[in-house]
């Protein structure tokens, strides 16, 4: 099994930056891609960054520009920096992890392990 816990929720204002971070633990050896997704009250949960094992990166276009994914493989920890926040980006964030261990397309990859999610508030 595997565990995903984040950290770094908050609240900040509106312009402001805040840094994620989730560390996997128990059976990882077989991870490959590791996201972040986002679910606003009221709304469907939407992915927000991805990234592989080998660093290929696949964003949602509201994070364009504004976060970056990325990821210690070493320590099992991946991180999305979110900058020039805007209240619209207010959310719980949470991180997943396939089941890997191969890469085949952003189109093909399940995850199958979820954390509990860190709350993001983005005051106007």
């Known amino acids: 099994q595997v565990q995903l816990v984040e950290s770094g929720g908050g609240l900040v204002q509106a312009g402001g930056s805040l840094r994620l971070s989730c560390a996997a633990s128990?059976?990882?050896?077989?991870?490959?891609?590791m996201g972040w997704y986002r679910q606003a009250p009221g709304k469907q949960r939407e992915l927000v960054a991805a990234?592989?094992?080998?660093?290929?990166?696949n964003y949602a276009d509201f994070g364009e520009g504004r976060f970056t994914i990325s990821r210690e493989n070493a320590k099992n920890t991946v991180f999305l920096q979110m900058t020039s926040l805007k209240p619209e980006d207010t959310a719980v964030y949470y991180c997943?992890?396939?089941?890997?261990?191969?890469?085949?397309?952003?189109?093909?990859?399940?995850?199958?392990?979820w954390g509990q999610g860190t709350q993001v508030t983005v005051s106007s």
């Open positions: 128990g059976s990882i050896f077989r991870i490959n891609v």
């Open positions: 990234i592989t094992k080998r660093g290929n990166t």
């Open positions: 997943a992890a396939d089941k890997g261990p191969i890469f085949t397309g952003w189109g093909a990859v399940r995850y199958d392990y």
